[in-house]
């Protein structure tokens, strides 16, 4: 499976950004696609998961903010990040695996390049 992350930039504090993740490849019959994100001097953090059965799953300080979606036709991946904060600045991943736990990222096997995503204030 690859994984191509895409749509992140820079935007001032309560704007919006959408970020992407187009896969490509093999999958596995029973998976979930969850974006993690990363800032320096800090643990790669879970932001929001969905699997392919359609549940959602999100991280507390997310959760209202953010929105997670999919288009099986392109499967790919869309979060939605609206009313930002510039606590929100980092490198936002991809990821898809079988995880049992939507946020453990050890439960992800594949991984996207990542994109980064700057908020102002």
């Known amino acids: 499976v690859q994984l191509q992350a895409a749509g992140g930039g820079s935007v001032q504090a309560g704007g919006s950004l959408r970020l992407s993740c187009a896969a490509s490849?093999?999958?596995?019959?029973?998976?979930?696609t969850g974006w993690f994100r990363q800032s320096p001097a800090k643990e790669r953090e879970f932001v929001a998961a969905i699997r392919n059965g359609g549940n959602t799953y999100y991280a507390g300080s997310m959760k209202g903010r953010f929105t997670i979606s999919r288009d099986n036709a392109k499967d790919t991946v869309y979060l939605q990040m609206n009313s930002m904060k510039p606590e929100d600045t980092a490198i936002y991943y991809c990821?898809?695996?079988?995880?049992?736990?939507?946020?453990?990222?050890?439960?992800?096997?594949?991984w996207g390049q990542g994109t980064l995503v700057t908020v102002s204030s």
């Open positions: 990821a898809r695996g079988r995880a049992a736990q939507p946020s453990d990222r050890w439960g992800y096997d594949y």
């Open positions: 490849g093999r999958t596995f019959s029973s998976y979930v």
